[in-house]
């Protein structure tokens, strides 16, 4: 297996990071940068010391003051269109005693992008080809609000960090970003950081909570004063992280693989559905899926994966008992003597899809999801689960997962996934370990 490495090096370089935007302080739109820019600074050496999340106007202000006297960096998300509300450039300007002054590059790609998209060119755009006077424009080919950015000033009285404005949608900021913000940042850190290279491996392990890993293994390696240990917890994951120079996560990464063992699914940042779809087409091998409640998202999960259509045959979605007889061939006995949740439907329905796709591997899940129409005897959270291979006998079991639908749904998804993994996995070793 390849361990995913984050290269970096000392960490020694100050950065933050301002997302600008009242709809993102509404709830109406998600923070997608600050995951990013983790990801993507750390090779760098790089680290986000802080993140300041501020509605539209004034408040701005206040932020790039705040920021000023603690930070080599400012990286500045949104508030550079050409609404009245878009005022980062000129705030900027202002604090920096700049003046606006027109780029005319930059307003002439607003007016080409304009024409070739057939849109009305509006004055108020204009707006968007203003820079800070001494700022570099940094061009953007997904939008029309250019990047910028204005080096740091060192002066007697006061000092302005390396400031970086940027569109706020994804689509532009990353582009932008990746051609110009990191390369730029890779330059200041330069020598200065020194020290040691350091690497961050992640551990994704099933099965396993979070409380389970730190007890485990996680304590006695937060002892080191070389190592930083971290966790992320999500439904039936956790993430175990360790930050440190390769030769000390050298040195731990046995004692780490020999308390996780099975339950580790990936060590570079591979989801399970992606651990699944690599495993079966090493191996050749396909599977399909008969979903009820989770209606369609263990297809979904597996679809996502780049190469999917090579392993994954067929998905049922068989909600009703009446769908469950037409396309699975059900009895209509098992459901009227046993109902659909239980371990003679779902057997039944796991060897229905490998019969009707032809698949090598079955996947099937039925359960009560809640919030309603659980009982004494199948209360909410009830499910049961089954996995059918040709050439073996069906394995079928329960399990009970009281919480809301959404949850539901991805821990059925995953432990039923997981326990393909183990199966594909086991045979795999097994296949390997083999004279020839």
Same mark, same amino acid.
């Given at each position: ?14 950065v ?21 820019f ?15 999340t ?48 027109p =780029?005319?590059?930059?307003?002439? !790609?607003i007016?080409?992008?304009? %024409? ?13 080809a203003?820079?800070?006077?001494g700022?570099?424009?940094? +061009?953007?080919?997904n939008?029309?609000?250019?990047? *910028? ?12 960090? =390396? ?5 706020? +949608? ?7 970003? %990746?051609? =110009? ?6 330059? *200041? ?14 551990? #994704? ?6 409380s ?8 006695? *390696? ?10 992320c ?38 989801s ?5 779809? =690599?495993?079966?087409? #090493? %191996?050749h ?34 909600y ?6 037409? *396309? ?38 039925t ?11 199948? +209360? ?11 050439g ?10 009281p ?8 821990v ?9 993994r !183990?199966?594909? #996995?086991s ?10």
């Open positions: 297996m390849a361990w995913h490495r984050h290269g970096g090096r000392t960490m020694s370089l100050r933050e990071l301002l997302n600008t935007g009242s709809e993102l302080l509404l709830g109406t739109v998600r923070d997608a940068h600050l995951s990013w983790g990801k993507e600074l750390f090779p760098l050496g790089v680290r986000i010391s802080r993140q300041t501020v509605p539209d106007g004034s408040p701005i202000r206040d932020a790039f003051l705040e920021s000023f006297p603690r930070t080599d960096v400012l990286i500045v998300t949104g508030g550079l269109g050409p609404t009245t509300d878009d005022i980062t450039r000129e705030l900027a300007a202002e604090l920096l005693g700049r003046k606006m002054i =780029h005319q590059e930059t307003l002439e !790609r007016k080409e992008r304009c %024409r070739v998209r057939g849109f009305a060119f509006q004055p108020r755009m204009e707006r968007q203003m820079a800070p006077e700022a570099i424009v940094l +061009p953007n080919d939008g029309t609000a250019p990047g *910028l950015y204005l080096p740091a000033v060192e002066g007697i009285s006061w000092s302005s960090p =390396h400031i970086f404005l940027l569109p706020g +949608p994804p689509r532009e900021m990353q582009p932008i970003a %990746r051609a =110009h913000v990191l390369p730029r940042l890779e330059e *200041l850190v330069g020598e200065s950081s020194g020290g040691l290279r350091k690497e961050c491996r992640i551990y #994704k392990v099933v099965g396993m909570g979070e389970m890993v730190e007890a485990s293994i996680g304590l006695k *390696l937060s002892e080191r004063t070389d190592l930083e240990v971290g966790y917890a999500r439904p039936n994951e956790v993430d175990f992280r360790l930050i440190g120079t390769k030769d000390v996560l050298d040195e731990v990464e046995p004692s780490v693989l020999s308390v996780v063992g099975d339950y580790l699914v990936s060590g570079d940042e591979e399970m559905e992606e651990v699944i779809v =690599h495993l079966l087409s #090493k %191996r091998e396909t599977m399909a899926t008969a979903e009820s409640c989770t209606g369609g998202l263990l297809a979904s999960r597996l679809t996502n994966v780049p190469g999917a259509s090579a392993v994954f045959l067929e998905g049922f979605i068989t009703s008992n009446e769908s469950k007889v037409e *396309l699975l061939g059900v009895p209509a006995e098992l459901l009227s003597s046993h109902g659909a949740v239980s371990e003679q439907v779902v057997r039944s329905m796991a060897e229905g899809a490998l019969r009707k796709s032809g698949a090598n591997y079955a996947l099937a899940t359960g009560v999801a809640g919030p309603g129409g659980g009982s004494p005897e199948k +209360p909410v959270g009830t499910v049961w689960l089954a996995l059918s291979a040709q073996n006998e069906t394995e079928f079991w329960k399990e009970t997962i919480t809301d639908r959404i949850t539901f749904k991805q059925v998804t995953q432990s039923i996934l997981d326990r393909l !183990r199966r594909l #996995k045979s795999t070793d097994s296949n390997t370990s083999s004279p020839s």
